[in-house]
């Protein structure tokens, strides 16, 4: 009894270690199955829905045509595509910016404080990101916290227009998603070989030219990679811009989500789904296309 | 070789935070020390690892600065000069090739830093490729080349911008045994044709007697001792020393008189060896006597006239192909390593007659055994 049992399993085993394939799908199947379900099904759905028509009632009408993508030519959905592009390219450089010289001083700090650098940065992230975006509209408003202690030591008379508009935004957004550009440059750095930059200044390069011609060259997938985890949900950004950015300060995220519960112009809201994804992929192609070329 | 000094190191120290960075807990990676090396000589620093040669050649490069003491390049005093401007270039142990820059970009990166004109660029790179026998390789990536091929190429990025001073910090220690006894002699070779000075750091002792002209031999942060090859593996002036480069033979043992340079030791209180010395010993004195294994000779009747000869049992017999190994038992407490190499190439009786348990006489010059007092 007990010696079929293992020669079974041993079998079973056997197969596994026989076909490659068959384990390659043994290991896969979980994780493919939740994406068709969840991702590449739903995903369908968008797509086809966007060459839809909505009906009177908001219901879906089955008669194919590209209306939908025909829309985005009008100047207001055009306007709204480029700030949206306009605010998510802000934020990943003052990500970068504000990130990368942090990345550079927490990576060359001795070993046993790195983690703990780590950590901190981490920690104000554990808190929910609709609190801390509440948070800084306390901060940015005419009555916040800045406005109110500029006045109050006199500097200014009127509140400066810190909130509702895209500054309120970019602050949101470069405050959301600057750990994505911190943590990637920060493990490129951690990794580099420091004996290069010895290389580098023993052959007449001064602490400035070898961090131009030796660090940051080599960092650079770091600040792609970081720049890519910014850029994206920046551009898909809604809650950000529906909190800080006020009623004229509407992103993509905002239009899509209008038209989903408000406007329940289904075919519409998929169109532009879709153009933000396809927007989104070119971008990153034309980036790591870019970056590639520099290494 | 010249007769200016081109590096001169004097009564350099250099200290470092120890590990639990307490006040106090320093470590002294070099101890007062001091070195004048000449134009054009091949200088090596031959030390255990942690011995503080690496630190001397990082001081002298400029990576690192002495905590009191002065490094004085051609007779200017270094001080705090960055790296970058000192006519010193280096060779890292892991060559520490750019890997993001094509072989030619490599090499040209010190002349592009200086502002050389293009052309000249060019030319001297094609030139300094040609010089390490790796032209054409000029567009690959350092990792499309193999460990000897990079070394060569660390090489030429430093010697391209003809440099004062040469410093190599175990440049060799990566490659494999023969690749890096082939690597010796172009080297040596090399430093012939440029007429630069080269300060070579290695824990090679072989290493250090092939190529250079004077060796500094370090240890604990301190210089032992300085001389050329000969003086060094012949002449040791210490037991450190003596032990460190190739094998030696210690025997122990009190001075019993002296003549000149010649001093009779009696080891274990009854071998009367003599051997010779560079200092006066008093009587009584403890010391050792060094004598190299290849030295001894083992002879079937004692030798008669300036040798040391004693009678002995082979305990061990060690074929190691050039040579055969022998330890041989003079007294209860003092046995020989000796060195024979082998000229004959079939086991023939006389070999046969020098087997384990075998009685034999040993002999050696006077000349051949140094008394180290420490």
Not at chain 2, 101 to 119: D, Q, S, Y
Not at chain 2, 157 to 169: H, Q, T, Y
Not at chain 2, 298 to 310: A, I, M, R, Y
Request: proline share 6%.
């Amino acid at each position: 009894m007990i010696s079929e049992q293992v020669a079974r399993k041993t079998s079973l085993w056997e197969l596994l270690r026989r076909r490659p394939g068959l384990q390659a799908l043994v290991l896969l199947l979980p994780s493919l199955f939740w994406l068709i379900v969840f991702f590449a099904f739903p995903l369908l759905i968008v797509l086809v829905y966007s060459f839809l028509r909505r009906g009177p009632y908001g219901q879906i009408v089955w008669d194919f045509n590209l209306e939908n993508y025909g829309r985005f030519l009008d100047p207001l959905y055009l306007k709204i595509f480029l700030r949206s592009f306009k605010i998510a390219t802000l934020t990943t450089v003052f990500c970068f910016l504000f990130g990368y010289p942090m990345a550079y001083w927490m990576a060359t700090r001795p070993r046993r404080w790195r983690n703990a650098l780590l950590l901190l940065l981490m920690i104000p992230f554990w808190t929910n990101f609709l609190v801390r975006t509440y948070a800084w509209i306390l901060i940015l408003r005419d009555t916040g916290l800045i406005n109110n202690v500029l006045m109050s030591v006199g500097l200014i008379r009127q509140p400066l227009p810190l909130f509702g508009n895209d500054f309120a935004i970019i602050v949101g957004l470069v405050y959301g998603w600057f750990p994505d550009m911190v943590l990637p440059c920060y493990a490129a750095i951690e990794r580099l070989d420091f004996s290069l930059v010895e290389a580098a200044q023993d052959l007449y390069a001064n602490e400035l030219r070898a961090f131009a011609r030796i660090i940051f060259p080599l960092s650079l997938p770091g600040v792609i990679a970081g720049s890519i985890l910014v850029f994206i949900p920046s551009l898909g950004a809604y809650v950000t811009p529906d909190l800080l950015g006020g009623a004229k300060s509407v992103m993509i995220g905002n239009i899509i989500q209008n038209q989903f519960l408000t406007v329940r112009d289904y075919p519409f809201g998929s169109a532009i789904s879709f153009a933000l994804m396809t927007l989104m992929l070119i971008a990153a192609l034309v980036y790591f296309r870019v970056g590639g070329r520099t290494l | 070789m010249g007769e200016s000094i081109a590096v001169e190191v004097r009564s350099v120290t250099k200290r470092f935070p120890g590990p639990g960075s307490r006040p106090g807990s320093e470590v002294v990676a070099v101890d007062n020390v001091t070195l004048q090396i000449l134009d054009g000589e091949f200088f090596s620093l031959l030390g255990p690892s942690g011995c503080g040669k690496t630190t001397t050649l990082r001081m002298i490069a400029g990576f690192e600065h002495p905590t009191s003491g002065e490094i004085y390049i051609h007779g200017k005093p270094m001080g705090l000069t960055p790296p970058y401007q000192r006519n010193t270039n280096m060779v890292f142990q892991n060559y520490a090739l750019f890997p993001h820059m094509t072989v030619a970009r490599n090499v040209a990166f010190g002349l592009e830093m200086r502002k050389v004109p293009k052309e000249e660029i060019e030319r001297r790179v094609q030139e300094a490729l040609a010089m390490v026998r790796l032209d054409g390789f000029g567009s690959r990536r350092p990792n499309q080349l193999s460990g000897g091929q990079q070394q060569r190429i660390a090489l030429a990025r430093a010697l391209v911008n003809r440099p004062e001073v040469l410093l190599l910090d175990e440049p060799l220690g990566a490659l494999d045994l023969k690749l890096r006894k082939e690597m010796q002699l172009e080297l040596k070779t090399l430093q012939r044709e440029v007429g630069i000075t080269f300060i070579y750091v290695t824990h090679d002792q072989e290493e250090a007697l092939t190529m250079s002209d004077r060796i500094a031999v370090m240890h604990q942060g301190r210089i032992l001792q300085v001389g050329t090859p000969t003086e060094i593996y012949e002449r040791p002036s210490c037991r450190f020393v003596a032990d460190f480069i190739g094998e030696t033979n210690f025997l122990e043992g009190t001075v019993q008189e002296q003549e000149e340079s010649r001093v009779t030791v009696l080891v274990d209180g009854l071998l009367p060896v003599i051997a010779e010395t560079d200092h006066r010993l008093p009587r009584g004195a403890r010391v050792s006597v060094a004598v190299r294994p290849e030295k001894i000779r083992l002879v079937p009747e004692p030798v008669p006239g300036e040798h040391n000869t004693f009678e002995g049992r082979v305990e061990q017999v060690v074929y190691v192909g050039t040579a055969t190994l022998f330890r041989v038992r003079l007294s209860p407490n003092v046995s020989l390593a000796i060195r024979e190499q082998n000229i004959i190439s079939t086991p023939d009786s006389r070999a046969y007659s020098w087997g384990v348990g075998g009685q034999v006489h040993v002999a050696w010059l006077y000349d051949a055994g140094r008394v180290l007092t420490d």
